[in-house]
């Protein structure tokens, strides 16, 4: 038996659990799958070139074919705060937005702080259109 590649596999196991523990990106966890399988295969005195295959194999297939079905349903980080729902709508400047600083717009009722898309300054009472939200403010360009 080639003692030294069940030790291989089984540092490979460890290592990339500890890394997937501290990135949490699905990514390395399935090269630990991986050595697994490539583990067993080595406790049954499989050639080194098949461990690795089967290590490359497994790995590789769980990547691909696993991690975004996993992925897409261990996202609970999300919250939704319906504020999306601005984007694309026009929203009136309550406080003039300079290049480059901050202003306030007022759209639905509400101020928000916004900054402008371009290069060009945006006076009061201007309506802009909401681009996009980044945090708590509202990124608008001119109408």
Do not use: H
């Not at 497994?58 to 261990?74: A, N, T």
Request: proline letters at 1%.
């Amino acid at each position: 038996m080639e003692d030294y590649m069940i030790v291989i596999w089984f540092v490979v196991i460890i290592l990339a659990a500890v890394i997937e523990m501290n990135t949490m990106d699905l990514s390395s966890i399935w090269f630990s799958a991986g050595a697994l399988f490539a583990f067993i295969f080595a406790l049954l005195n499989a050639a080194w070139i098949v461990q690795l295959l089967i290590f490359l194999f497994v790995s590789i297939l769980l990547l691909l074919l696993v991690r975004p079905v996993v992925k897409k349903y261990l996202k609970t980080n999300i919250i939704s705060t319906n504020s999306d729902r601005l984007v694309g709508k026009v929203a009136v400047c309550t406080k003039e937005i300079l290049r480059g600083e901050r202003g306030e717009v007022k759209i639905d009722g509400k101020f928000w702080l916004a900054v402008s898309s371009g290069e060009e300054d945006i006076d009061i009472d201007e309506k802009v259109e909401v681009l996009a939200i980044e945090g708590v403010k509202l990124i608008v360009d001119k109408i």
